[in-house]
T-cell receptor, first 110, second 113 residues
Framework: GQSLEQPSEVTAVEGAIVQINCTYQTSGFYGLSWYQQHDGGAPTFLSYNALDGLEETGRFSSFLSRSDSYGYLLLQELQMKDSASYFC???????????FGPGTRLSVLP | DGGITQSPKYLFRKEGQNVTLSCEQNLNHDAMYWYRQDPGQGLRLIYYSQIVNDFQKGDIAEGYSVSREKKESFPLTVTSAQKNPTAFYLCASIPGSAPGELFFGEGSRLTVL
């Protein structure tokens, strides 16, 4: 089976930097991806890591350590619109089956 | 524009009734998925399909059924056997060229009265 852990809530102020961690236990691993979901909306894709290291996309970066079964999403220059839930998801060896973490609710304060 | 269309957006159902949620995509994606999301929870996989006329059960398939007669369409039926069907249902697809990037529809919110 597969299981993922994330902090349930994170709070930060505008302009700050926040890191959301994700640890996983899986029987097979292909990659780790991150999604953002605003209340009442659908998840949207943020980033994907298949290899160890840091991937940067604008204000968002994602990191993966396969040996530690660990990854994180880094959000810089936080804005109010970043208040949302963030989910990590692991794909299996075939890259087609996704398992989602429980999600982290980020609140950005003025 | 290309995308995934789910309908209806909101649906109310009486206990004992079957309902079918529609999911159509014009992205030419091969693989399609149905997820269920309960308030404050993550997404749980119901069914997925990698090719036409083939689909696999996910973690919570009991009480649900699907079909994949066309590449573009992947409807989900919530049957009366599903004991607690009130939830937010999300359809998604993935392009073969972009691993890890699921494209989601806007979701269907089902409430059982």
């Amino acid at each position: 089976g597969q299981s993922l852990e994330q902090p349930s809530e994170v709070t930060a102020v505008e302009g700050a930097i926040v890191q959301i961690n994700c640890t996983y236990q899986t029987s097979g691993f292909y990659g780790l991806s991150w999604y953002q979901q605003h209340d009442g909306g659908a998840p949207t894709f943020l980033s994907y890591n298949a290899l160890d290291g840091l991937e940067e996309t604008g204000r968002f970066s994602s990191f993966l350590s396969r040996s530690d079964s660990y990854g994180y999403l880094l959000l810089q220059e936080l804005q109010m619109k970043d208040s949302a839930s963030y989910f990590c998801a692991v794909t299996d060896n075939y890259g087609q089956n996704f398992v989602f973490g429980p999600g982290t609710r980020l609140s950005v304060l003025p | 524009d290309g995308g995934i269309t789910q309908s209806p957006k909101y649906l109310f159902r009486k206990e004992g009734q079957n309902v079918t949620l529609s999911c159509e995509q014009n992205l030419n994606h091969d693989a399609m998925y149905w997820y269920r999301q309960d308030p404050g929870q993550g997404l749980r996989l119901i069914y997925y399909s990698q090719i036409v006329n083939d689909f696999q059960k996910g973690d919570i398939a009991e009480g649900y059924s699907v079909s994949r007669e066309k590449k573009e369409s992947f409807p989900l039926t919530v049957t009366s056997a599903q004991k607690n069907p009130t939830a937010f249902y999300l359809c998604a697809s993935i392009p073969g060229s972009a691993p890890g990037e699921l494209f989601f529809g806007e979701g269907s919110r089902l409430t059982v009265l």
